[in-house]
């Protein structure tokens, strides 16, 4: 599977992989998370639910809050 992740080519040996398993691959830990596939957001609760396809655009944005 093909798919672009924050505009970077990415090649998975899966054929279909959910919002949970990549952001478990590719180690993303980080508590507060946005994520977009194909310009739209996902909501947390469908993470383990949404499955990505060969093509998709992905975008994992890090929240940050401070003063």
Same mark, same amino acid.
């Given at each position: 599977? /093909?798919?672009?992740? #924050? &505009?970077?080519?990415?090649?998975?040996?899966?054929? /279909? @992989? *959910?919002?949970? /398993?990549?952001?478990?691959?590719? #180690?993303? *830990?980080?508590?507060?998370?946005? @994520?977009?596939? &194909?310009?739209?957001?996902?909501? /947390?609760?469908?993470?383990?639910?949404?499955?990505? &396809?060969?093509?998709?655009?992905?975008?994992?944005?890090?929240?940050?809050?401070?003063?």
């Amino acid at each position: 599977m /093909k798919i672009t992740l #924050n &505009n970077r080519p990415e090649l998975f040996d899966f054929k /279909k @992989i *959910t919002v949970t /398993k990549l952001l478990e691959h590719k #180690n993303y *830990t980080f508590k507060m998370l946005v @994520i977009k596939v &194909n310009g739209k957001l996902v909501k /947390k609760d469908a993470y383990d639910s949404f499955e990505l &396809n060969d093509g998709d655009d992905v975008t994992v944005l890090h929240l940050v809050s401070g003063g």
